[in-house]
């Protein structure tokens, strides 16, 4: 079989050297045959067959966008097989079979049913098969062949960025690059011009200029001008078919802004200026404005104002507004229109950012002249200085004279001026002025101890015009004299230990002076005069304002006296001197052997302790605890069913209570021995400890003389055995009570019936070594031996 397109149409060969013929005449085909050779046996002779015709492979070519009323023929499919008769059956598969081609499967023509569109889809890849119509076998092996969509100039050149916005510095070449812009055509550029572009400015000229193959956008004209015309716009045209007739086109604008160089000087409008100044005008405010115009913009038009020369250049100044670029002329001195009344100043104004290419404009300043005229104003008095200090003594009279302020009116005028303080704060009305004259006086006694310094205003006013007033401030410094004695920093607690040494210190006090050092220190300090010497104590001035407590004697008792009072005199160095009488109270207090205290007064069995407060809590929260656990105990007793034992007379267990201090052993009045002492007895009460008997308790014996020959020791070893081999006992423990102290002690009695009632010589210094727990036992006998010794 064969395909034949529209470029090759022939009738139906069966010549294969035709068919080859016919694909060297289609440029666009290719011809792929497939012979089937037979290869002979040995001994036989080679025998040929008429080769069978294969497919013919080609491309097909449709053209796009057909908008003819019937299908566009594609081409023709043809099999060897095919002998006219109808019974070989064409069928077509692949993209858009079916639906955009359609082939006749008797004759095998190809035809496209819809216009088509390169731009969407360049080709189409297809299968054709034969098979025998009856049989539905194939004849030939399915083939692959491609329809390709040909070109045709549908698709108009397309700027994608625009429109465009770009910036070229003025003043700039000719032929400086502004900027290139590039149109797309969708059509084929492999096929023929249909996406040739070329471009050209159909707006713009004789600014601009474009390159028509490459849409570089260029300057025509040399040295333009942005104060003359800053802004263009630009069309650009791009046409395909390299710009024959019949080609489309596409447009698209470029928006050009020349920006700004420094290419103009600054310039004033005027070369004379002429601006009024009243005298009055306050140091350091603007008076006055002046401007240069620069016809650029931006930093190219920023200037420096200065002031260059002229009789007024110490007596104002200029600056540079950067928002506004004026020049602000400011006052640095106080005019004066009775010394000097006009000013001339020669202002230049320079640009700050000079561009060298554009020297040749310059230069790129300007200068113009400015006269200040003062004008005359009725001004305040004015004070002869801008400030006063006055001193005065504290303690002074009413009416003691401070000081005086004075001012005059600076007009030609001279008018007479009155003088009035600003009673604007209460420290105003401690003080008068005369009005006349100026002269401040004291209006109450004064404590420079309370306040030191008093700050008034004094207001000043002519008489012609009371309107116009001055101020001035007036600081008064109040003077000290020696008018308080000295006195003791503090509160001092004083405490001597009661083993204290003769000469010993035992406190270092000081003393303060509410006057100033001119009047208070040196302190002195010494005891009193008018008082007998002291026995216990002394005192020693250090000459440093302080002074040391000294003890005479050795060894202080609380027993005998637990405080002193020591009369103290100090005095200080002010003229005439002054002094005053402080009294120490000195307490008595045990201490430590280091010197620290232990106790004092009351607190003399807890501080012996050496106990904290912290550690007192502690103690008295232990024995709290303690008695909630007694209580405890003691109601769970109670409340505890009676265990099963025999009845309080239980002759093993008697314990009789009893609060009265016998004779020991030999005392036997205070409760029943006898079950202790009578084996027999104890024989006859002996029952389970676990059931509770019913018998009713025997009456008590009196003891006979027999049973006291009966031995305890060997009484309480006897039941102690037979507890443990008792049977009848319970299976638990149990505890045997017996009261047996045994022989008499060798260390004799401790009955206080026997003791004697006269002192003894023992010496008891050694309770002082036993430790701290033994303090307070070491003091008593301490004091007693000394009483004694006394």
Request: net charge negative.
């Amino acid at each position: 079989m064969r395909i034949m397109s529209t470029s090759c149409i022939c009738p139906v060969l069966v010549c294969l050297c035709f068919v080859q013929r016919c694909y060297g005449a289609a440029h666009h085909g290719s011809i792929k045959v497939t012979r089937n050779q037979t290869k002979h046996i040995e001994g036989e002779t080679e025998v040929h067959h008429r080769p069978k015709r294969g497919w013919v492979w080609n491309q097909f070519f449709v053209l796009e966008e057909h908008l003819g009323p019937d299908p566009q023929y594609v081409g023709k499919l043809h099999s060897n097989s095919d002998k006219g008769d109808g019974s070989v059956k064409y069928i077509l598969t692949g993209e858009g079979a079916g639906t955009i081609f359609i082939i006749d499967d008797t004759t095998g023509d190809i035809h496209s049913t819809k216009s088509l569109d390169r731009e969407q889809k360049t080709h189409y890849v297809l299968h054709a098969q034969a098979i025998d119509r009856r049989t539905n076998k194939p004849l030939e092996p399915e083939s692959e062949f491609i329809i390709k969509v040909q070109d045709i100039n549908d698709n108009a050149p397309k700027f994608t960025d625009g429109p465009y916005i770009v910036t070229v510095p003025e003043m700039s070449e000719m032929g400086t690059s502004v900027l290139q812009v590039t149109a797309t055509d969708a059509d084929d550029p492999t096929y023929g011009n249909s996406a040739r572009v070329v471009y050209s400015i159909l707006q713009g000229q004789p600014y601009f200029s474009v390159d028509p193959k490459t849409g570089v956008i260029r300057t025509a004209l040399h040295n333009m001008d942005r104060e003359a015309r800053e802004h263009y716009s630009v069309v650009i045209q791009a046409k395909d078919m390299a710009g024959q007739v019949g080609g489309l086109s596409g447009s698209t604008t470029v928006n050009i802004t020349l920006t700004d160089v420094n290419d103009n000087p600054p310039r004033f409008p005027q070369k004379h200026y002429q601006l009024y100044v009243p005298e009055s005008a306050q140091v350091g405010s603007a008076v006055g404005k002046i401007k240069a115009n620069d016809a650029d913009a931006g930093s190219n038009a920023d200037m420096k104002y200065t002031i260059i020369n002229g009789d007024g250049s110490g007596v104002f100044s200029i600056s540079t507004d950067k928002e506004t670029r004026e020049g602000i002329i400011s006052l640095k001195k106080p005019l004066n229109y009775e010394k000097k009344k006009s000013y001339t100043l020669n202002i230049e104004g320079a640009n700050t950012h000079l561009d060298f290419r554009f020297s040749h404009l310059g230069p790129f300043k300007d200068v113009t002249m400015l006269k200040i005229i003062v004008g005359d104003v009725d001004e305040p008095p004015l004070f002869s200085m801008p400030s006063y200090v006055m001193e005065v003594y504290e303690n002074a009279k009413i009416g003691t004279v401070v000081g005086t302020v004075a001012a005059q009116d600076p007009d030609s005028a001279n008018s007479l001026v009155r003088y009035f303080i600003d009673h604007n704060t209460e420290e105003d009305r401690y003080f008068i002025i005369d009005a006349n004259t100026g002269t401040i006086k004291t209006a109450k006694i004064f404590d420079r101890e309370e306040t030191p310094w008093y700050n008034i205003t004094v207001a000043a006013s002519e008489i012609d015009n009371p309107g116009l007033l001055s101020h001035v401030p007036v600081y008064i410094r109040i003077l000290d004299v020696n008018d308080n004695p000295p006195e003791l920093a503090r509160e001092y607690d004083v405490v001597v230990c009661e083993n204290a040494k003769p000469g010993q210190v035992i406190q270092t006090i000081s003393a303060t002076d509410k006057d100033n050092s001119a009047n208070g220190p040196r302190f002195h300090y010494s005891l009193d005069e008018g008082l007998s010497l002291n026995p216990n104590f002394t005192l020693r001035d250090n000459e440093d304002n302080t002074a040391s407590i000294l003890t005479r004697r050795r060894r202080f008792s609380r027993t005998t006296q637990d405080v002193y009072y020591l009369p103290i005199l100090i005095s200080d160095s002010g003229i005439p001197s002054l002094s005053s009488s402080s009294t120490l109270t000195i307490r008595v207090c045990a201490c430590e052997r280091d010197g620290r205290v232990r106790t004092c007064h009351a607190e003399a069995f807890l501080s012996s302790a050496g106990l904290s407060t912290g550690a007192l809590i502690a103690i008295l929260l232990c024995v709290i605890i303690l008695l909630a656990i007694v209580v405890l105990f003691i109601t769970l007793r109670r409340s505890k069913k009676e265990p099963l034992i025999i009845s309080e007379e239980d002759v093993r267990e008697n314990v009789v209570t009893y609060d009265d201090e016998g004779g020991g052993e030999e005392d036997t009045e205070a409760f029943d021995i006898t079950a202790l002492r009578n084996p027999s007895a104890a024989e006859e009460l002996k029952y389970r400890r676990d059931v509770r008997p019913d018998v009713k308790h025997a009456p008590r014996h009196q003891p006979s003389s027999s049973l006291n020959s009966i031995d305890v020791h060997e009484f309480i070893k006897q039941r102690l055995a037979e507890a443990d081999l008792d049977p009848s006992v319970p299976p638990y423990d149990s505890i045997q009570t017996y009261a047996y102290e045994g022989h008499r002690s060798e260390a004799g009695s401790i009955s206080s019936l026997d003791s004697v009632t006269t002192h003894s010589d023992q010496d008891y210094n050694y309770l002082g070594d036993w430790g701290p727990e033994f303090k307070k036992l070491a003091e008593l006998y301490g004091e007693i031996e000394s009483e004694r010794t006394t």
